[in-house]
C-alpha cells in the first residue's frame, strides 16, 4: 500500500459532515494515520479511540461504514492485521441484515470486504486467522463464508483459532454444524475445542444428555478455557450454558441445567466453586423455580465446608429464605469480630430475619451492609420486625445525631417509618435528630406519633419548616401536612421551590402541589411561570418539570388549555430512548384529562406501537378517546409489552381497564403462559429485588386473569 496516497485519501473524505459517538467525525482521519503509523503506542491508542468512537459500547454510527474500508486497506498492507480485523468484526457484530441504518450500512460495508477476510483464514500468523475467521462469521454471510471456515477447520492445528473457527461456524449455521460440534466435546479434543463445542450445541439447540454434562463437569473451570476467543458473549462458559438451557424453559432443559449446576456447586475446588455462584446467581434471575433448586446443593456446600461461606454469600442472599438451613453457619460468621461479619449478618437478614435481628440489635452501629440488608436497600422496603431490643438500639443511636454517619439516618427512618405507631415511644429521639437530618427524620415524626403527642410533634415541625435547613423543609412541611392538615408552611415552602429551584425543584413543588389540589389554587401564577421555554433546546428535567406543572393545572385548576399544551411537548419527543419515562408521565397525566384531553389523542396513539409507551398510552386513550382503539389488537400490543418487560406492571393494569370483551383465547392463553411459565418476566438485574418483583408479578397476573374470564365463565 502507498502509505502517502492512502492518508491522502483519507484526508480528502468529508469526515467532518458524518458523526460519530462524540459527534463530527472530524477526528477520523487522525486515527486511522496513527493507526497506519511506525508508533506501536500512538496506534494502540487509535485503536482505542476508533473503538470508543465508531464502536463505542457495541453501537455504529454514521461514519463507521465509511471508515470499514480504510480499516481493510490497513489490515490488507500487513499493518496491525489481527487488531485491525478484529475491529472489523466487532462492526459486523453490531450491525444489521438489512435497511437503510446505520447499522446495516457497518455491516454491508464489512461484507464487502469478505476477500480480505477470507484469505486472511489462511494467514501464517494464528493471530490473524483467528481475528479473520470470527470476523467473516459475523457477517452473516453463509454462502460465501461457511464453506471456507469449514474447509479450514478440517487443516487447522492451533486450539484457540480451532475453537473460533467452529464459533463462527455455528454462528453462520447452527443446525448444518450440530453434528460437528457433538463430535468435538470429546476427550481427544484440546479442551479450547471442547468448551467451544459445548457452547455450540448449545446454540444449535441440541438436546443436554449425560455426555454434555459430564463433559462440561469435566472441563471446570472454564474461563480461562475462552480467555483468547474473539466471542466475548460466552466468555463464561457454564453461566451460558446453564442460562441458555433454562430459556429453553422445558423440564428436560432445567433439570440438565440445575443438576450441572448442582454438581458443580459441590464440586469443592475454588475456581470451580466461583464459576458456579456466577451461573447460579444468572440462574435465580432468570428462573423462577432457581431459589427453591438450588438451595439443597448450595446448604450442603456451606454445612460441608463452612469456610466457603464468605464466596456464597451474595448467591445465600439472592435465595432467601429458600436456604435457611445455612442459617446456623450464617448466624455463627455474624457474631464473630471480623471482617466477614457485617457480610455475613447481611445474608442472614435475607435467608432469616428473626434469627438476624438479635445480633444485629447487638452491634447496630458496626454493621452497616446488614442494617441496609434490614431496611431493603436503596429501594426497597424494611423486611425485620419492630423488634424491642432492635428499636432500643435504633433509638440509641438516634439520641447521639452528630455520631451518625453514611446512609445511617436515612435507615433509621426507614425502620421507623414501616414499624409505625409501634414505634411510638422513639418520638423523642426522633424530635432530637430532626434538626440535623430533618430530610430523614420528618416522615419518621408523622409515623410513629400517637395522638397525644399531635401538638409536641406538630410544633417542632412547624418550627423547623419555617426556620431548619433548606433543603430539608419541603419534606417537613410535607409531614405536617399530612400530620395536622396545615398547609400553610407547606404552600410556603413550594412557592420558593417554584420560583428558583431549578427544572429538579419545579417537579418536585409543582408534583406535591397537584398532591393538595384546590388547596394551593394560590400557587397558580408561580405554576404558570416555572414553565420551560418552548423554544429553548429543553433537557429531560425541563420536560419531566413541564408535565408535573400540567398535573399541577389540571389537578389544581381544571386547566385543561394549559395543560395540554404542555403534555403535547413531552408527547413529541418520542424518538428518543431517554425520554421513555417522561413521555410515559405525559400519557399518564394525559389520562387524567379525560374527554378534555381530546387533543392529544394524536400524539397518543402514535406511541402505541412501542412497547415501551403501549401500557401508558392505552391508559391514557381509554380515558380521552376510547373509541379510537381497536381493543383486541391492543391488547396484543400489551402482551408484547409484558413479553419484553418494558412496562408489564402498567401492561397488566391496561389490560384489565380493557375489559374480557378484549381477550381473546389466543390473549388468555398467553398471559396465563406469562404468570406460570419458568422463565421469569421482571428480571433486568440479579439482585435480592428481582424475586420478589417477578412474584409480585405473577400475583398482579393471576388477579387480572381471574378479572378477565370470559364473559359466560
Known amino acids: 500500500m502507498d502509505l502517502s496516497r492512502f492518508l491522502a485519501e483519507v484526508d480528502a473524505h468529508p469526515w467532518a459532515g458524518l458523526t460519530h459517538a462524540y459527534g463530527s467525525a472530524a477526528d477520523v482521519p487522525d486515527c486511522l494515520r496513527r493507526l497506519a503509523g511506525d508508533d506501536d503506542e500512538a496506534a494502540a491508542e487509535a485503536l482505542s479511540d476508533l473503538y470508543g468512537s465508531i464502536l463505542h459500547q457495541g453501537s455504529v454510527y454514521e461514519a463507521t461504514a465509511h471508515a470499514v474500508p480504510c480499516l481493510a486497506r490497513i489490515a490488507g498492507a500487513g499493518i496491525r492485521t489481527a487488531d485491525v480485523l478484529a475491529l472489523l468484526g466487532g462492526i459486523a457484530e453490531n450491525g444489521a441484515d438489512d435497511g437503510e441504518s446505520d447499522e446495516a450500512a457497518a455491516r454491508r460495508a464489512v461484507t464487502a470486504e469478505l476477500p480480505l477476510l477470507l484469505a486472511s483464514v489462511e494467514a501464517e500468523d494464528s493471530g490473524v486467522r483467528q481475528a479473520a475467521a470470527w470476523a467473516a462469521a459475523m457477517t452473516g454471510a453463509t454462502a460465501e463464508a461457511y464453506g471456507v471456515l469449514r474447509e479450514r477447520f478440517a487443516v487447522e492445528s492451533d486450539p484457540q483459532v480451532l475453537a473460533d473457527l467452529l464459533c463462527g461456524l455455528v454462528h453462520l449455521d447452527p443446525a448444518g454444524t450440530a453434528a460437528l460440534a457433538a ?16 457452547l455450540g450445541c448449545v446454540d444449535a439447540g441440541a438436546e443436554w444428555g449425560p455426555e454434555h454434562h459430564d463433559a462440561m463437569l469435566a472441563l471446570l473451570p472454564a474461563d480461562d478455557l475462552v480467555a483468547g476467543r474473539m466471542d466475548l458473549d460466552r466468555n463464561e462458559p457454564l453461566q451460558y450454558v446453564v442460562s441458555s438451557l433454562l430459556l429453553r424453559d422445558t423440564p428436560a432443559d432445567r433439570d ?15 475456581g470451580v466453586l466461583a464459576e458456579a455462584v456466577w451461573a447460579a446467581e444468572s440462574a435465580v434471575q432468570v428462573s423462577r423455580s432457581a431459589r427453591r433448586r438450588l438451595a439443597d446443593p448450595l446448604c450442603d456446600a456451606v454445612r460441608r465446608d463452612p469456610s466457603v461461606t464468605g464466596e456464597v454469600l451474595p448467591l445465600l442472599r439472592l435465595l432467601g429464605g429458600h436456604a435457611a438451613p445455612a442459617g446456623p453457619v450464617l448466624a455463627e460468621l455474624a457474631a464473630r469480630d471480623d471482617e466477614r461479619a457485617d457480610r455475613a449478618l447481611a445474608a442472614l437478614v435475607d435467608v432469616d430475619a428473626a434469627r438476624a435481628v438479635p445480633l444485629l440489635a447487638r452491634d447496630l452501629a458496626r454493621r452497616p451492609q446488614a442494617l441496609d440488608a434490614a431496611c431493603g436497600g436503596l429501594l426497597g422496603s424494611p423486611r425485620v420486625p419492630c423488634d424491642a431490643a432492635l428499636l432500643t438500639a435504633v433509638r440509641a443511636r438516634l439520641a447521639d445525631p452528630g455520631a451518625l454517619s453514611g446512609q445511617e439516618p436515612f435507615r433509621y427512618a426507614a425502620l421507623l417509618e414501616a414499624w409505625g405507631s409501634r414505634a411510638s415511644c422513639a418520638l423523642p429521639e426522633v424530635l432530637g435528630a430532626l434538626g440535623t437530618f430533618p430530610q430523614q427524620m420528618a416522615r419518621a415524626v408523622a409515623a410513629v406519633c400517637d395522638p397525644a403527642d399531635l401538638a409536641v410533634a406538630g410544633g417542632a415541625l412547624r418550627r423547623e419548616a419555617r426556620s ?14 399530612e400530620l395536622t392538615g396545615d398547609a400553610g408552611p407547606l404552600l410556603t415552602v413550594l412557592a420558593e421551590g417554584l420560583a428558583d429551584g431549578g427544572a429538579h425543584g419545579t417537579r418536585e413543588a409543582a408534583s406535591v402541589a397537584a398532591g393538595l389540589g384546590t388547596h394551593a389554587t394560590g400557587l397558580l401564577p408561580a405554576l404558570r411561570a416555572a414553565v420551560s421555554d418552548p423554544a429553548a433546546d429543553r433537557t429531560v428535567p425541563d420536560l419531566d418539570a413541564d408535565v408535573a406543572v400540567a398535573e399541577a393545572l389540571w389537578r389544581i385548576g381544571g386547566r385543561a388549555e394549559e395543560a395540554v399544551p404542555l403534555l403535547r411537548g413531552a408527547l413529541d419527543e418520542t424518538g428518543l430512548s431517554w425520554m421513555r419515562w417522561t413521555v410515559a408521565r405525559a400519557a399518564r397525566v394525559a389520562g387524567l384529562l379525560a374527554g378534555e384531553g381530546r387533543p392529544l389523542t394524536d400524539a397518543l396513539r402514535r406511541l402505541l406501537p412501542d412497547p415501551l409507551q403501549t401500557p401508558a398510552a392505552v391508559l391514557a386513550l381509554r380515558a380521552v378517546a376510547p373509541e379510537v382503539l381497536d381493543a383486541a389488537a391492543v391488547a396484543g400490543l400489551l402482551l408484547d409489552s409484558v413479553e419484553q418487560d418494558a412496562d408489564p406492571f402498567t401492561a ?34 440479579a439482585d435480592t429485588a428481582t424475586a420478589p418483583a417477578d412474584e409480585r408479578f405473577q400475583t398482579r397476573a393471576r388477579e387480572v386473569l381471574r378479572a378477565l374470564r370470559e364473559p359466560d365463565a
Open 652 to 685: 397488566l393494569d391496561a389490560l384489565k381497564e380493557l375489559g374480557p370483551t378484549a381477550m381473546t383465547g389466543g390473549h388468555r392463553r398467553r398471559l396465563a403462559g406469562l404468570a406460570e411459565r419458568d422463565v421469569r418476566v421482571t428480571s433486568s438485574s
Open 256 to 270: 440438565g441445567a440445575y443438576e450441572l449446576l448442582g454438581a458443580a456447586l459441590r464440586d469443592g475446588r475454588p
Open 183 to 198: 463430535g468435538a466435546i470429546g476427550p481427544d479434543r484440546p479442551a479450547e475445542v471442547r468448551i467451544a463445542a459445548l
Open 468 to 481: 431548619g435547613q433548606r433543603e430539608g423543609r419541603l419534606g417537613v412541611a410535607r409531614a405536617l401536612y
